[in-house]
């Protein structure tokens, strides 16, 4: 409608053009040649699209926009064959109707006729009560949007939740289960995410967690319960306080915000590396049934699941391939109970493991599809424990101490195709025992396969190998072990877009790095609902 009444309005303009022209009996050729550059047989000869085309006309005439207009948006007015429009020249009546024509040709065109006007009346008469309950309808809907506008959450902020039931079961061959704590178990997890922005690009993600799922380590017989026998899911593992036993705690708390290509993450609470971006490179890296993977690199990647750690960190995407991530975690922020102890920069008191922290650096590089990915990651660790996860004496070579190691992981994956990946592996650990000249060196590795979409879309297949982090040397001794190895499968049925049922085992051998110590299986069987 905006082009039909600015072409409406071009008849009084080019009026009172003709109302200023010379008037002419009569037409020479000059004349005719104009008249048929303006009419619709005669545009061929001196057809333009752009005002530039005309070669005597400038940007600095008084006229230049409204004749860009005409000849631009409209076409209704060309010019000589010549390629000019000769300006200065008199209007004649005979040149005024042809372009008052012409341009009443393009209203035409613009406007609806009569016919499609009686056309558009018959049929709102005919929908007539259609278009009643659509606008009742309209009306309904904008009622209720007010009403969970009022009475919605929040405004800024989204829930997110995960229940995970868990049926799993441990035996050991040796005999090493203490059973009268149930090798059998059956429990659940409850995740409730609750996700802020106030820019539409930052996340202030707050966390709530509730689980009953008592860890591996907790059904061996004690001195068989390594640390990295634990479900993915579990809880802290730490000796007496296996869950929550159902009671909600905070379990996260961090606010991320974007400065140009970096993400920063700073928060009090539950902040592990991976919450500023620094997760391996496998396609085992996200949420998933293998226990191969969380073991490389243990020095590097926490797995500490305490909610007592808090930490800041950032995630420089450099270019389309490479990123960085770099970041400080303090792993017993909430201890503020004495002087010097706590807090986020606290001094560690000889043997008590308080204020342990990690310093976290990696580099990764992904192809432009991401079939192709690799990460090489350093940790710098002081406290009480060498590793997060692995034999005892991975835990601590030398028993109840403070330590110092510099931790390297090196991770791969390769999506081979769409239908299988394979990802890969090694992190090795330099243990120092502070105050003292021990040292010990922590090695593992893993490498895996991932079927996606087996069978059908949304279903996976994955088997990986590996050896949990063990003492392969050290200065004394008695704190090496023979390592414990390790397979693992699983296949995840994805029942609906919320729901889904895995089933899998993992085993292994030398619990605890012993050669006693026998071999470890356990199958479990969980069911995940997300809401």
């Given at each position: 409608?905006?082009?039909?009444?600015?072409?409406?309005?071009?008849?009084?303009?080019?009026?009172?053009?003709?109302?200023?022209?010379?008037?002419?009996?009569?037409?020479?050729?000059?004349?005719?040649?104009?008249?048929?550059?303006?009419?619709?047989?005669?545009?061929?000869?001196?057809?333009?699209?752009?005002?530039?085309?005309?070669?005597?006309?400038?940007?600095?005439?008084?006229?230049?926009?409204?004749?860009?207009?005409?000849?631009?948006?409209?076409?209704?007015?060309?010019?000589?064959?010549?390629?000019?429009?000769?300006?200065?020249?008199?209007?004649?009546?005979?040149?005024?109707?042809?372009?008052?024509?012409?341009?009443?040709?393009?209203?035409?065109?613009?406007?609806?006729?009569?016919?499609?006007?009686?056309?558009?009346?018959?049929?709102?008469?005919?929908?007539?009560?259609?278009?009643?309950?659509?606008?009742?309808?309209?009306?309904?809907?904008?009622?209720?949007?007010?009403?969970?506008?009022?009475?919605?959450?929040?405004?800024?902020?989204?829930?997110?939740?995960?229940?995970?039931?868990?049926?799993?079961?441990?035996?050991?061959?040796?005999?090493?289960?203490?059973?009268?704590?149930?090798?059998?178990?059956?429990?659940?997890?409850?995740?409730?995410?609750?996700?802020?922005?106030?820019?539409?690009?930052?996340?202030?993600?707050?966390?709530?967690?509730?689980?009953?799922?008592?860890?591996?380590?907790?059904?061996?017989?004690?001195?068989?319960?390594?640390?990295?026998?634990?479900?993915?899911?579990?809880?802290?593992?730490?000796?007496?306080?296996?869950?929550?036993?159902?009671?909600?705690?905070?379990?996260?708390?961090?606010?991320?915000?974007?400065?140009?290509?970096?993400?920063?993450?700073?928060?009090?609470?539950?902040?592990?590396?991976?919450?500023?971006?620094?997760?391996?490179?496998?396609?085992?890296?996200?949420?998933?049934?293998?226990?191969?993977?969380?073991?490389?690199?243990?020095?590097?990647?926490?797995?500490?699941?305490?909610?007592?750690?808090?930490?800041?960190?950032?995630?420089?995407?450099?270019?389309?391939?490479?990123?960085?991530q770099a970041g400080y975690i303090n792993?017993?922020?909430?201890?503020?109970?004495?002087?010097?102890?706590?807090?986020?920069?606290?001094?560690?008191?000889?043997?008590?493991?308080?204020?342990s922290w990690d310093i976290n650096a990696?580099?990764?590089?992904?192809?432009?599809?991401?079939?192709?990915?690799?990460?090489?990651?350093?940790?710098?660790?002081?406290?009480?424990?060498?590793?997060?996860?692995?034999?005892?004496?991975?835990?601590?070579?030398?028993?109840?101490?403070?330590?110092?190691?510099?931790?390297?992981?090196?991770?791969?994956?390769?999506?081979?195709?769409?239908?299988?990946?394979?990802?890969?592996?090694?992190?090795?650990?330099?243990?120092?025992?502070?105050?003292?000249?021990?040292?010990?060196?922590?090695?593992?590795?893993?490498?895996?396969?991932?079927?996606?979409?087996?069978?059908?879309?949304?279903?996976?297949?994955?088997?990986?190998?590996?050896?949990?982090?063990?003492?392969?040397?050290?200065?004394?001794?008695?704190?090496?072990?023979?390592?414990?190895?390790?397979?693992?499968?699983?296949?995840?049925?994805?029942?609906?877009?919320?729901?889904?049922?895995?089933?899998?085992?993992?085993?292994?051998?030398?619990?605890?790095?012993?050669?006693?110590?026998?071999?470890t299986y356990v199958p479990f069987l969980?069911?995940?609902?997300?809401?």
């Amino acid at each position: 409608m905006k082009r039909l009444f600015s072409a409406l309005l071009l008849a009084p303009a080019l009026a009172g053009v003709a109302a200023s022209a010379a008037s002419a009996n009569g037409l020479n050729n000059d004349q005719l040649q104009k008249i048929d550059a303006v009419t619709p047989n005669g545009i061929t000869a001196g057809q333009i699209t752009s005002i530039g085309e005309l070669s005597d006309v400038k940007p600095t005439d008084w006229a230049y926009q409204a004749l860009q207009s005409l000849v631009e948006r409209y076409g209704c007015i060309v010019g000589y064959p010549d390629r000019t429009y000769r300006g200065s020249r008199a209007l004649t009546r005979y040149e005024f109707a042809a372009g008052l024509n012409a341009c009443l040709d393009k209203v035409i065109e613009f406007a609806a006729s009569k016919e499609d006007l009686d056309t558009l009346k018959r049929l709102t008469e005919e929908f007539q009560a259609e278009l009643a309950t659509l606008r009742g309808r309209v009306d309904s809907l904008e009622a209720r949007v007010k009403e969970l506008e009022a009475t919605r959450f929040s405004t800024t902020t989204k829930l997110q939740g995960e229940v995970i039931f868990s049926l799993d079961a441990v035996a050991n061959s040796a005999g090493n289960e203490r059973n009268q704590d149930g090798a059998v178990s059956f429990g659940n997890r409850v995740t409730l995410n609750l996700n802020t922005s106030f820019t539409g690009k930052d996340l202030l993600l707050t966390r709530l967690r509730a689980r009953n799922i008592e860890t591996i380590q907790q059904r061996l017989s004690p001195g068989f319960n390594p640390s990295g026998s634990r479900l993915d899911y579990d809880g802290t593992g730490s000796p007496g306080v296996p869950n929550s036993a159902n009671t909600f705690f905070l379990d996260k708390l961090l606010y991320r915000f974007p400065v140009g290509d970096v993400s920063f993450t700073i928060g009090t609470a539950g902040v592990q590396p991976q919450d500023y971006g620094l997760s391996d490179a496998t396609f085992f890296s996200n949420p998933a049934n293998t226990k191969a993977f969380k073991f490389v690199g243990s020095g590097v990647y926490a797995d500490t699941r305490d909610p007592d750690t808090a930490g800041v960190g950032f995630n420089w995407k450099a270019s389309k391939n490479f990123s960085f991530q770099a970041g400080y975690i303090n792993r017993n922020s909430a201890d503020v109970s004495a002087v010097n102890s706590g807090g986020f920069f606290a001094f560690t008191p000889a043997g008590t493991g308080i204020n342990s922290w990690d310093i976290n650096a990696q580099v990764k590089f992904n192809t432009d599809n991401n079939k192709f990915r690799a990460a090489l990651a350093y940790a710098l660790r002081n406290g009480r424990y060498a590793t997060d996860l692995g034999t005892t004496n991975a835990f601590q070579p030398f028993g109840a101490t403070n330590y110092n190691s510099n931790n390297l992981a090196l991770t791969l994956g390769w999506a081979i195709s769409d239908a299988v990946t394979l990802s890969a592996g090694y992190g090795i650990g330099f243990v120092n025992e502070q105050g003292t000249n021990q040292n010990a060196t922590v090695q593992n590795y893993a490498i895996g396969l991932t079927f996606p979409n087996l069978f059908a879309d949304g279903n996976e297949f994955g088997v990986a190998a590996g050896q949990q982090p063990w003492v392969s040397s050290a200065s004394t001794r008695s704190a090496e072990d023979t390592g414990s190895f390790g397979v693992e499968t699983y296949y995840k049925f994805q029942v609906t877009d919320n729901i889904s049922i895995t089933p899998g085992i993992y085993v292994f051998n030398n619990t605890n790095g012993q050669q006693d110590g026998g071999t470890t299986y356990v199958p479990f069987l969980k069911t995940v609902f997300r809401f």
